[in-house]
């Protein structure tokens, strides 16, 4: 649980750091790495430490690490944008995926400080026909503990529907953008909740597509709209969107089974510029991911009472991130792309920020017989049926009560068209092949993709 004296620590932090957000000589903005050097260090003495535990880590895609006030550490990967000739870059765009869900609860805190809403409104003022889950608050929603299930991971419940064509199917079709808003409501009113709300977290997607409609029906603007007006333009995000097609620059790269199940275009790139807004669909770059980062912890987008609910971990989860005390994170994951974002309290530096945005997901290779070490993975999480999870998003969505799955590979058995593999609980874990492929690097060896 998170230490509510910790938290109003990190607020006052936060306040008075933001005075020294983009003054230091350090910026992105004036970095310019070679093509034969493809990472660049910060050469002051005074963060020789913090460059000596970063300095050499790549990613497959690009990554920064930055205090409130300079660039520490930037790598960009040795290879070129979707045009073929400009090299990736801070400002190379991606889809950050459920990354996305900051952008949401921040959204809702500071309608709710506009007296717009409150975090205690139940969803029969938002959705009069939901029945079944008219208690829901909008602090459920918040914090996944709604016990409503998750549209997109879990859709055999939420939909209706039974088996694994079903499922992708389905999952096709959302991605596709073939469903409608009318749609995925009408199937959660006739869906059963998971747990009584409030008493458990179990992460779902629907949660922050909820409350994105709710910041439409507020408002009265589209939830990329306000975004835009309220977050991306006060950050100075310039090459940032929401609801957009077109606009991303990364190469995906391994993605012709996704093609094949009609989960992308024919390019490998997300088109459901309506079906993930809340809970995804944010597309963005090194230097605006930052410039958002330093806004928020800086106190720019929200006062001290609503940072404090931001960052208050409740069972698992807190606003719109992972995480407590002296550190927050968030991954995401859009199949041929994934991010994650992470904020750290420091006594000597202040906040430090680390972002990494990678092209073809977070692949995890798993050789037979090396153990998964630190793979705590939450039982709700593990009964995805559909969709392979990464395993560093997994990792992240390890609240209390977790199930720890320390194994190797060759305890995963074929089961029909998917591999499954016994927990601790007797229960079992079923991932669909065709998101999970033999990946050449080794005997044993797998491939893992997620959707966010």
Known sequence: MF??????ILVLIMTLSFTACNTGKYTLSNIALKN?????SCPEEKYSELVKSNEGKKSNGVMVVATDKDVIYLYCEEAVEKDGTTPVSQNTIFDIGSVSKTFTAVSILQLAEQGKLSLDDKLEKYFPEYETGKDITVYNLLHMSSGISDYLNNPDPFWNISGADAANQKISDILMDKVTDEDLLNAMYQAPLEFEPGTKCSYSNT??????????QVTGMRYCDYVKKNIFDKCGMTKTTSMATGDLTYVPLDFEDLVKYKFTDENGYPVCPNNTRGDGGIHSCLTDMLAFDRALFGGKLLNKDSMKTLLTNDNGYCCGLFGGDRNFYHDGSSLTCSANNEIAESDEYGHIYKIKLEHSGFAVSVQDDSPWQEQTLRREHLRTAYTAMNMRALRSRSPKG?????????????????LTYPTTDTTHVKLPALLISPSGTGPNTWSMRSIS
């Open 3 to 8: 230490k509510k004296s910790a938290a109003m």
């Open 36 to 40: 034969d050097e493809r990472s660049w």
């Open 207 to 216: 949660n922050y597509r909820l409350l994105a409609f709710i910041i439409e």
């Open 402 to 418: 977790a199930t720890s799955l320390a194994k190797t590979i060759s305890q995963w058995r074929p089961t029909g068209s998917y």
